[in-house]
């Protein structure tokens, strides 16, 4: 009796009782219950000792890492249960969850990153990002793409030259001038700007093959419905892909940039793109820049 008493006391703190519920479904280290759960080393730490100790968790050594998992308790499990209902994080720590299984099963990424730093590090004659972009829009087969708060439209104009047919969207006046005067001096017929709200885009329902945010969702008021509006104008099994930045503190991108968010996590992109009705969805960080304040851009991608 004495056990399930201190259990009950244990598991009335919130965070204690967050953890239990990821344990009970995976297996995670140390950092993954930090990265899922956005709490300090040591405040974890000293949750996952008391649980320990409990004998509620228990745990393995690999190498440099300690896993954690759940002991299972009968007398505990209806507890568990009632206890995710009532703890508004609980959702979000699951879709996070599924994040870091995702990244953990996907063991050749840390490899392919590691060859990502070395790219352009050192020279090799005929070598560059650029020539690896124009190779990839070669081999991007024709469709009707929608660059969407495409601002002077740089990424439109690219797409443009293998696309069968471009929209760029924004909400000001003079951007879309700007980007529809460099088309015609550029003889480019196949791109044609719109002005419009990334929540009320002027693009008929299920024209799109493509739908691309490339660093603009942060600008919108209420991300969710701009994600809404991308999935009305694209085809069945059409696709959205998303650049945009992973959560930071850099509170003077509200005044340089204009941003409205300042960035998104994956937790939030991935949640934004299954309530928006998408399916097959991945999200990966793609770049992290060398310099202060260090924003790093993820890529979430989604299908109809």
């Not at 924004?170 to 700007?178: C, I, R």
């Not at 409205?260 to 939030?268: D, H, K, N, P, S």
């Not at 060398?290 to 991608?301: C, I, R």
Request: proline share 3%; no cysteine; net charge neutral.
């Amino acid at each position: 009796m004495a056990s399930i008493l201190k259990s009950l006391k244990l598991l009335s703190d919130p965070n204690r009782l967050r953890i239990l519920l990821l344990l009970e479904r995976e297996e995670l280290s140390v950092a993954e219950l930090q990265e899922i759960l956005s709490a300090g080393q040591s405040t974890l730490s000293t949750h996952l000792a008391q649980l320990k100790q409990a004998g509620l968790v228990e745990d393995r050594r690999t190498g440099k890492n300690i896993f954690y998992r759940y002991r299972s308790m009968p007398a505990l499990r209806e507890l568990l249960e009632a206890g995710a209902g009532e703890i508004p994080e609980a959702a979000d720590d699951q879709a996070a969850l599924e994040l870091a299984i995702s990244r953990r099963k996907d063991k050749r990424r840390e490899y392919f990153d590691e060859l990502a730093g070395k790219f352009g590090r050192h020279y090799v004659p005929g070598r560059s990002w650029k020539g690896v972009a124009e190779m990839l829009l070669q081999l991007m087969p024709p469709m009707v793409i929608a660059d969407l708060g495409a601002g002077e439209g740089t990424l439109s104009q690219l797409l443009a030259q293998r696309a069968r047919q471009v929209i760029a969207v924004d909400d000001s006046k003079k951007m879309v001038a700007y980007g529809a005067g460099l088309a015609r001096k550029n003889g480019i017929k196949n791109l044609e700007y719109r002005q419009g709200d990334l929540e009320s885009l002027p693009i008929k329902d299920a024209t799109v093959d493509l739908a691309l945010f490339s660093q603009s969702l942060h600008h919108a008021q209420h991300p969710q419905k701009a994600i809404a509006e991308a999935w009305r104008i694209l085809k069945p099994g059409a696709r959205v892909a998303i650049l945009d930045l992973r959560r930071h503190n850099f509170e003077e991108a509200r005044e340089l940039y204009a941003d409205l968010w300042l960035g998104f996590t994956e937790v939030e992109l991935q949640g934004f793109l299954r309530k928006g009705g998408f399916h097959k969805t991945a999200i990966t960080a793609v770049h992290k820049e060398t310099e202060a304040p260090h924003f790093e851009t993820l890529l979430a991608v989604g299908e109809k």
